[in-house]
T-cell receptor, first 111, second 113 residues
Framework: GEDVEQSLFLSVREGDSSVINCTYT??????LYWYKQEPGAGLQLLTY?????DMKQDQRLTVLLNKKDKHLSLRIADTQTGDSAIYFC???????????FGKGTMLLVSP | NAGVTQTPKFQVLKTGQSMTLQCAQD?????MYWYRQDPGMGLRLIYY???????DKGEVPNGYNVSRLNKREFSLRLESAAPSQTSVYFC????????????FGSGTRLTVV
């Protein structure tokens, strides 16, 4: 079955770049998503990428997709303390009504 | 637009009590979902409704029931609450095939004592 894997924790200093990685197993994924969850809040969609794209940039966020290795990454440039949160990777597949989520990566940004 | 609205935001139940978590969306989405989030476990799907009039079990359905009341509303019921159901519950909605994935509610924090 499908599975989405993420590292559990990442710590960076303010101003550095953060790279959060995700691997998935199902090659029939159509869209891949990054969600952000701040403490005590629900999940908010940060960005998404269609499976026929390699890269998407949105202000400080860059998403890279390597379909051959089934690897997705989220790069946050000039990381700020407000970026401290849990980041979830998720995939959707053609014909399926549900998304499959990774367990989330906790990003801690220190001043 | 309010998006996805969940009520209540917090609840404490005694073991054996019942309650219903409410969820409503105003985005005309076809599908709605209930997840629970526990430390170290990520998000686990309890039940979902792919379209009005249908419901399906997810990964962890035991101890729960759902009702898709209409296109807007999808409720989750705990018939006899257990301490293992202490969790944060999230409702979400989506129209499959569209590119923006789920929209989540802000969650219900449930404690069963």
């Amino acid at each position: 079955g499908e599975d989405v894997e993420q590292s559990l924790f990442l710590s960076v200093r303010e101003g550095d770049s953060s790279v959060i990685n995700c691997t998935y197993t199902d090659s029939s994924s159509t869209y891949l998503y990054w969600y952000k969850q701040e403490p005590g809040a629900g999940l908010q969609l940060l960005t998404y990428i269609f499976s026929n794209m390699d890269m998407k940039q949105d202000q400080r966020l860059t998403v890279l997709l390597n379909k051959k290795d089934k690897h997705l990454s989220l790069r946050i440039a000039d990381t700020q303390t407000g970026d401290s949160a849990i980041y979830f990777c998720a995939e959707s597949m053609e014909g399926y009504s549900t998304l499959t989520f990774g367990k989330g990566t906790m990003l801690l940004v220190s001043p | 637009n309010a998006g996805v609205t969940q009520t209540p935001k917090f609840q404490v139940l005694k073991t054996g009590q019942s309650m219903t978590l409410q969820c409503a969306q105003d985005m005309n989405h076809n599908s709605m979902y209930w997840y629970r989030q526990d430390p170290g476990m990520g998000l686990r799907l309890i039940y979902y409704s792919a379209s009005e009039g249908t419901t399906d079990k997810g990964e962890v359905p035991n101890g729960y029931n759902v009702s898709r009341l209409n296109k807007r509303e999808f409720s989750l019921r705990l018939e006899s609450a257990a301490p293992s159901q202490t969790s944060v519950y999230f409702c979400a909605s989506m129209t499959p095939g569209q590119n923006y994935g789920y929209t989540f509610g802000s969650g219900t924090r449930l404690t069963v004592v």
